[in-house]
């Protein structure tokens, strides 16, 4: 499941998943003109933050992929809050 937020003072989208089938978020967020697939099945991982754009309707942000619901305590996600902030500085 993907769970989509959406910043207003910010031009993008914000999407979460835990858990996620990589052909689930590979059809959602398509990898554009390469014939690989961007996500792949990762070993371990806490998360992953991805920039992404949405296939349906080309709607530009940030995925924070987490390796399960577990993987999400709230001392992680206080201290990892800036992530998103800074992947909107770069794009």
């Avoid at 398509?30 to 991805?50: H, L, R, S, V």
């Avoid at 349906?56 to 992530?83: C, W, Y």
Wanted: one cysteine or more; proline letters at 7%.
């Amino acid at each position: 499941m993907i769970h989509e937020f959406d910043p207003v003072i910010y031009p993008r989208k914000v999407w979460i998943t835990y858990d996620a089938n990589p052909d689930e978020l590979n059809e959602v967020f398509p990898a554009g003109d390469t014939n690989d697939n961007k996500f792949k099945q990762e070993e371990w991982y806490y998360g992953i933050t991805d920039m992404v754009c949405r296939g349906t309707d080309n709607k530009g942000g940030v995925l924070i992929r987490f390796e399960s619901k577990e993987a999400m305590p709230h001392g992680l996600l206080h201290t990892k809050q800036s992530m998103p902030q800074d992947s909107f500085a770069i794009m």
